[in-house]
């Protein structure tokens, strides 16, 4: 009996051990599709492509400098770069801490993964493909990789610079480790994954979507301008802990070569595209000395799939891929179903850098006549009638319209006598104040609590919510609240124009109020458009030409930046440079730097620029720099009931908004459990 | 029935939590004081990352790569960490004086003066490090209608040839390291006063651009702070000046002693 079970557990055993052996049993698994598949055709290739673009570092509307990439929550464009400010965002970016999908640094190494695995094995299968689609497969490859590794360097400095694809599991980890490279060495990769990429890439997207050559030279453009003037313009540099090595900035002994080299390569980048020709300012409806007109063609710009301006989109449809920038950016009037609004207040240090505005001898606006009392307008809109219509299609003032409604923003209703003209309003106690320690909102003024002056009758009413109103009765018998449908109502609700501004850039003109949701909005982001390539091109060339080199392709610098601004400033409505030598030297610089600000606001641009001007910290805003703390300023409306008139007032925004950023913090810092659990990993020097 | 079902069952969920975290609790005090090498008097700082900074990197843990351990200097010049594990420790300090740890363009280490220790029980330590700027406050802060004047004489705590000698070969060397860029009374209602606790609506900075605080050297420079402080308040008053050459990335200041002012 029991030699019997013996026999059988035998025969078993060998049955087993036959199977384990048996090398046609190793095949790959049928259901999993995997590279020699994806590799075998186009519709293999746009799998693998999707994948990769799906983890693309693009700063769109699922991007904010706040929470970074890969989430479109409170997607408020301007709010970090001083353009605009909102209710939840709005101080200077710092870190990555809010980051719910974690820090750059962890993310990229997924897609390098992805690119790095192309480059390697899609040779193998080269003969599948015709050589243009071959070799445009190769370019996407190292424009991925460009685009990781300048996304990293722009936060971090010097990088682990891995181009080849790490053989995991394979090789045990602590083999694979790859140390921080120096950031020249970073930016040095970053300018030959790109050139490859263009060298590589397709003349046209054979997919809406992919890169092209002329993408490419964009986004090179772009990036050489960074790198060219971190190595200009940083200040802060350091060896890493462990490797020695210098993994931010630059050594002084290269870092003006290196700045030269850097210009002349964005420089060429931009001018390539410049005279391909391909490309062009959207100016469908614009028409010369009709500021409606060219009003409406900004607005257009940014809706038309067909736009000759736009180089590189990203593009949305509902309910695949879809944002929500509507909902987070709609006036409040005009609010949808998941409550948010206002999330972009344009400041009025934004608004002053336009032109057609009345200003003071400093650059502030004018709202105060020789007397130094309010200057009164029959119509809100009056004080912006003559603006730059480029401002009109950034910013939607008070009684302006928008999708058909007038935006109805008013902070407050003045009832005092307007005989010999209204005095400014921030008064406590009679001391006129305003300076940083003066009445933060107007509900703690003279003219709203009755004092001072006013004692006994007060002047000022105001709304402290979008549902708790002062009513004042009007001379005719009417009814009016204190604050308007979209505010301002000071600090206590802030999704109002709480700047006495609202954005109107992006924002969908034509979708119904009903649809204005999260995850509802479809417009295309336009990540590289023309007018940012004629100003990368000025930028370089007044750099290079400040530095005293030659032109790089023979062409005229001190042309190529007086076209490019001439263009844009036509295009814009904008008053025209004066002549060449508005644009010679340092204060041209300044010239273009400014028209930047104005041209590309709101685009998730001018952040990065205030960051490689390495001005953010030390610029002076309105008495403070950001590295003591900064505060920015609003415009607020007033109606005055007894002269049926409305007056502005100037000054720093209620809510103070305080913006600090300290120098080193131009350069992120490394996740701690990254620097932790490597022993060549370091964290950014004296940090 | 079930109770011993529910028993089985915790006992298996609990298990888990089975082995105690039995490593000694940090016990370690390590304390000190910075102080000018020349007078030996301590080197007032702010309180934070501007103000001197305490590094340890404990060197007898070797299972990975020696992490920072980062603290910050009382605004006296004093530092103390009581929650120190017991071992071998490399401490450095970096502020608004001489890098004790300096280093060349290549990243060679020229001159290293931090200190190296075991850290059991209280063990103290004394920094001498070489100010850049020293503070003292002339006569008593008077107070007219909510503004505080206050007196203070800034001199070099460094001399510029010993400044050059020491700096200088850490590469790129300007003369303007040792311009004078900034002179501020901060105004803070907590007795904390400093770059990282002040109110801006009554502190005052005097920018000094280029080298032309170079004739104030040695003199008194008066400064009345900002705004109107409302009567019956209590603020402190510090004042604080730096150089335009930045320790560990930072431009920290150098600081005199918090001073408290009544304002009738």
């Known amino acids: ?687 | 029935m079930k109770t011993i079902l529910y028993n089985i069952i915790s006992l298996i969920i609990l298990s888990g939590c089975a082995k105690i975290d039995n490593y000694a609790e940090p016990g370690e005090t390590l304390k000190g004081t910075v102080v000018d090498a020349a007078t030996g008097d301590p080197v007032l700082t702010d309180q934070g990352s501007e103000g001197t900074r305490i590094r340890m990197r404990e060197l007898s843990w070797t299972a990975s790569a020696p992490e920072n351990l980062d603290f910050f200097c009382m605004k006296e010049g004093i530092f103390q960490n009581t929650k120190v594990f017991k071992g071998h420790y490399n401490v450095r300090v970096d502020g608004a004086f001489i890098p004790i740890v300096r280093v060349d363009t290549n990243g060679d280490t020229l001159v290293d003066e931090s200190k190296t220790l075991d850290i059991s029980g209280v063990t103290e330590l004394e920094f001498k490090v070489q100010p850049f700027l020293k503070l003292e406050w002339q006569g008593t802060p008077t107070v007219e209608n909510g503004k505080v004047t206050a007196t203070v004489v800034v001199t070099r705590g460094v001399s510029p040839e010993d400044f050059k000698t020491k700096i200088e070969p850490m590469g790129n060397y300007s003369d303007d390291f040792l311009n004078v860029t900034d002179v501020r009374l901060f105004v803070s209602q907590v007795p904390y006063v400093g770059y990282r606790e002040w109110d801006n609506r009554y502190t005052t900075i005097i920018e000094y651009p280029g080298d032309s605080f170079e004739a104030h050297l040695g003199e008194p420079i008066t400064i009345t702070t900002q705004g109107t402080i409302p009567s019956g308040r209590t603020v402190f008053i510090r004042a604080a000046a730096r150089i335009n050459y930045a320790t560990e990335n930072i431009k920290r200041h150098n600081y005199n002693e918090a001073l408290r002012v009544d304002i009738p």
């Open chain 1, 1 to 687: 009996m029991k030699s019997k079970y013996y026999f059988l557990y035998i025969i078993l055993g060998l049955c087993f051990a036959n199977i384990s052996c048996k090398k046609y049993l190793d095949v790959p698994p049928v259901n999993i599709v995997n590279e020699g598949d994806l590799f075998s055709n186009s519709k293999g290739m746009q799998l693998y492509l999707s994948r990769m673009y799906s983890q693309m570092p693009f700063e769109d509307f699922k991007y904010s400098p706040a929470r970074q990439f890969f989430d479109d929550w409170l997607v408020t464009p301007g709010t970090n770069e001083g353009s605009s400010l909102g209710r939840d965002a709005g101080e200077a970016m710092t870190s990555e801490g809010w980051a719910r999908n974690g820090a750059y640094w962890v993310r990229a190494f997924n897609l390098l993964r992805d690119a790095n695995n192309l480059l390697e094995k899609l040779p193998s299968y080269k003969a599948n493909f015709s050589d243009e689609e071959y070799n445009h497969y190769i370019g996407e490859a190292y424009f991925t990789r460009a685009m990781v590794f300048y996304a990293l360097a722009k936060r971090y400095g010097g990088i682990p610079l891995v181009t080849s694809l790490l053989q995991y599991p394979e090789k045990d980890a602590a083999q694979l480790e790859v140390p921080r490279a120096t950031e020249e060495e970073t930016w040095d990769q970053v300018l030959a994954d790109y050139d490859m990429a263009i060298a590589n890439l397709n003349e046209a997207s054979p997919v809406k979507g992919y890169a092209n050559k002329y993408v490419a030279l964009g986004f090179k453009s772009e990036a050489m301008l960074f790198a060219g003037s971190v190595a200009k313009y940083n200040r802060i540099t350091g060896f890493g802990q462990k490797t020695g090595v210098r993994v931010i900035g630059f050594d002084p002994a290269t870092a003006t070569a290196a700045s030269k080299k850097y210009f002349s390569e964005a420089y060429k980048a931009a001018n390539t595209i410049i005279k391909s020709g391909k490309y062009s300012l959207y100016k469908k409806k614009w028409s010369a000395g009709d500021k409606e007109a060219q009003y409406q063609n900004m607005v257009d710009m940014f809706f038309d799939a067909s736009s000759p301006e736009n180089i590189y989109t990203k593009d949305y449809k509902w309910p695949d891929l879809a944002h929500g920038y509507d909902s987070y950016n709609i006036p409040r009037q005009l609010m949808g179903g998941n409550g948010y609004s206002a999330g972009n207040c344009p400041t009025l240090d934004f608004v002053e850098l336009f032109d057609g505005i009345a200003k003071n001898p400093d650059g502030t606006i004018k709202v105060l006549d020789n007397n130094g009392k309010y200057l009164l307008f029959d119509k809100p809109t009056d004080i912006f009638a003559d603006a730059e219509p480029r401002l009109r299609a950034n910013v939607i003032f008070a009684g302006d319209v928008f999708k058909g409604a007038v935006m109805d923003v008013r902070r407050g209703i003045y009832t005092g006598s307007v005989a010999g003209g209204i005095a400014p309003l921030r008064v406590v106690n009679g001391a006129t104040n305003y300076t940083i320690g003066g009445p933060q909102t107007y509900n703690q003024t003279d003219a709203y609590t009755a004092t001072g002056a006013f004692a006994g009758h007060k002047s000022l009413f105001l709304s402290q919510n979008g549902t708790t109103h002062e009513v004042v009765t009007l001379p005719d018998g009417t009814k009016m609240n204190g604050g308007g449908l979209n505010g301002p109502f000071g600090t206590s609700d802030l999704t109002a124009a709480f700047t006495g501004f609202m954005v109107r850039k992006w924002l969908d003109p034509n979708l119904p109020q009903e649809l204005v949701l999260e995850g509802r909005s479809e417009q295309s982001f336009i990540l590289m458009r023309y007018a940012e390539i004629l100003l990368n091109a000025a930028e370089a060339a007044s750099e290079l030409a400040l530095a005293g080199a030659a032109s790089p392709d023979g062409d005229d610098l001190q042309q190529v930046m007086y076209d490019a601004i001439t263009n844009i400033r036509e295009r814009a409505g904008a008053d025209p440079l004066t002549g060449m030598s508005e644009l010679a030297g340092e204060q041209g610089l300044q010239v273009i730097r400014r028209e930047r600000r104005k041209e590309l606001g709101f685009e998730n641009k001018i952040l990065w620029d205030i960051r490689r001007w390495r001005t953010q910290h030390s610029d002076m805003l309105n008495g403070f720099t950001q590295s003591d703390g900064a505060y920015y300023r609003g415009l607020y409306p007033f109606y005055s009931s007894v002269a049926d008139k409305w007056f502005f007032d100037a000054g720093f925004e209620e809510a103070r908004k305080r913006f600090r950023i300290t120098e080193q913090e131009y350069y992120f810092m490394i996740p701690g459990d990254e620097v932790t659990k490597s022993p060549v990993i370091d964290q950014q020097p004296g940090r």
